[in-house]
């Protein structure tokens, strides 16, 4: 059974920081790029980071780009969302996804299984 399970979620002031961790099992994670992607309340989910399957490529949307990080361990089955400098546009609830392809690409339709979520919610 695929799961994909995020940790870290929670509240913080503006300029602060959260490490946003998805577990993964079900799968063999080392074979598929994995990605971040977001959901503000009234908005479309959207993409925010993704990582290729050994970690060599990654990508960022533009309103992340310098202040997240997208890292992974295939040791640990995990991929991690750094994220610095939070603003209040960041707030949203935050889910990591996994895409058979490899690649890393930020297109939502190309990832195959979806976890939970994990608010993230930034005060002014």
């Known amino acids: 059974q695929v799961q994909l399970v995020e940790f870290g979620g929670g509240l913080v002031q503006t300029g602060g920081s959260l490490r946003l961790s998805c577990a993964v099992s079900?799968?063999?994670?080392?074979?598929?790029?994995m990605g971040w992607f977001r959901q503000a309340p009234g908005k479309e989910r959207e993409s925010v980071a993704a990582i290729s399957w050994g970690g060599r490529s990654k990508n960022y949307a533009d309103s992340v780009k310098g202040r997240f990080t997208i890292s992974r361990d295939n040791a640990k089955n995990t991929v991690y969302l750094q994220m610095n400098s939070l603003k209040p546009e960041d707030t949203a609830v935050y889910y990591c996804?996994?895409?058979?392809?490899?690649?890393?690409?930020?297109?939502?339709?190309?990832?195959?299984?979806w976890g939970q979520g994990t608010q993230v919610t930034v005060s002014s």
């Open positions: 996804a996994a895409d058979r392809r490899g690649a890393g690409s930020l297109e939502l339709y190309e990832y195959d299984a």
């Open positions: 079900g799968f063999t994670f080392s074979t598929y790029a």
